[in-house]
């Protein structure tokens, strides 16, 4: 019985050894599928939207070779903008897509941009010509590879792709109103903020200035009251009382002296002008422009003279692309 039990024994033994030999194989495939699984998994995820944006510029190199002269309101750009689309090694590129921003129109006075796409050519080469422009304007055109520039990412991306490559254009166009005739109501304030009814010398510098630029039939009219007030509806109603038919639009706002500083040079003055035009046709206030000036001169009195002839100057310029 004794010896039996031992041989029962080893062959149970033995058996254990020889299953747990037969397993080995199998823990080490469960091992490798598990290490490769793991593997897999930690694998980079792919680019974002605005990577590929990055990436799109980093190959695209856009230039801008032609920009057309100014034109007048109503009459068509006389020739096209032109840009060349390359590779990092200067080869030209197909169908690349350009996004292109432009002055399209006005609401209450101020620029509204619009964005339309152009393509490259086989030659790399593509064009922008303008619709007819509706509005004068004093303002730019830029251009960039197209994206999702609802993405706030790529379209940082887009901003700085298109200041570094100085991809932007001057949009110039005058006015046609220069011998429509036309009234000035400009309001100077003193340094105690308070209107000034006599004496417009805002008034008269754009006066001058506008002259000089080409415009005819055109003067200063008296509208202190409702210009201080600032209600555009009175200010209409009383300029049509007392230019009745005879003027196309009118130009108003206030001029303010913000600061006062003794320096070193003399003695600085800081200017704002506020300044809209209107149609005394229609009513609607086709410009408006706030615009801020310092001079400084030894002489108190000449500062700011000088302050308010330089304001005036620019306004004058901005109404030439404005109205």
């Known amino acids: 019985m004794k010896s039996t039990i031992r041989t029962g024994i080893?062959?149970?033994?033995?058996?254990?050894?020889?299953?747990?030999?037969?397993?080995?194989?199998k823990s080490t495939e469960i091992a490798n599928q598990l290490e490769e699984s793991i593997q897999e998994e930690v694998l980079p995820p792919p680019p974002t939207e605005a990577e590929l944006y990055a990436q799109k510029l980093a190959t695209t190199h856009i230039e801008l070779i032609a920009s057309p002269k100014?034109?007048?309101?109503?009459?068509?750009?006389?020739?096209?903008?032109?840009?060349?689309?390359k590779d990092t090694d200067g080869k030209p590129l197909d169908s690349v897509e350009i996004s292109?921003?432009?002055?399209?129109?006005?609401?209450?006075?101020?620029?509204?941009?619009?964005?339309?796409?152009?393509?490259?050519?086989?030659?790399?080469?593509?064009?922008?010509?303008?619709?007819?422009?509706?509005?004068a304007f004093n303002s730019e055109v830029s251009f960039t590879p197209n994206g999702d520039f609802s993405n706030p990412e790529i379209a940082a991306l887009a901003q700085s792709y298109t200041a570094e490559r100085a991809l932007k254009a001057p949009f110039k166009v005058q006015t046609n109103l220069k011998s429509a005739g036309g009234v000035i109501a400009l309001v100077d304030f003193n340094q105690n903020g308070n209107a000034i009814t006599s004496n417009p010398v805002s008034s008269s510098n754009l006066l001058m200035t506008l002259m000089k630029l080409g415009f005819t039939r055109i003067g200063n009219i008296d509208l202190t009251s409702q210009v201080v007030v600032g209600d555009d509806t009175k200010i209409f109603n009383r300029a049509k009382s007392i230019v009745g038919n005879t003027s196309q639009y009118l130009v108003y706002g206030t001029i303010k002296i913000d600061s006062t500083e003794k320096t070193d040079a003399g003695i600085s003055y800081t200017l704002t002008g506020i300044v809209k035009a209107m149609s005394l046709q229609t009513s609607e206030v086709t410009f408006a422009l706030e615009k801020t000036v310092t001079v400084t001169d030894k002489n108190d009195w000449n500062a700011l003279a000088n302050a308010r002839k330089t304001l005036a100057d620019e306004i004058a310029n901005e109404i030439k692309y404005g109205i």
Request: glycine letters at 4%; a neutral charge.
């Open 70 to 85: 100014e034109t007048t309101k109503g009459k068509i750009f006389a020739s096209p903008y032109q840009l060349t689309v």
């Open 100 to 135: 292109v921003t432009y002055p399209a129109k006005r609401e209450n006075g101020l620029v509204v941009f619009s964005q339309t796409v152009i393509s490259s050519d086989a030659e790399g080469k593509a064009s922008f010509l303008p619709p007819v422009p509706e509005y």
């Open 10 to 25: 080893y062959i149970t033994l033995a058996a254990s050894l020889v299953l747990s030999c037969a397993s080995t194989p």
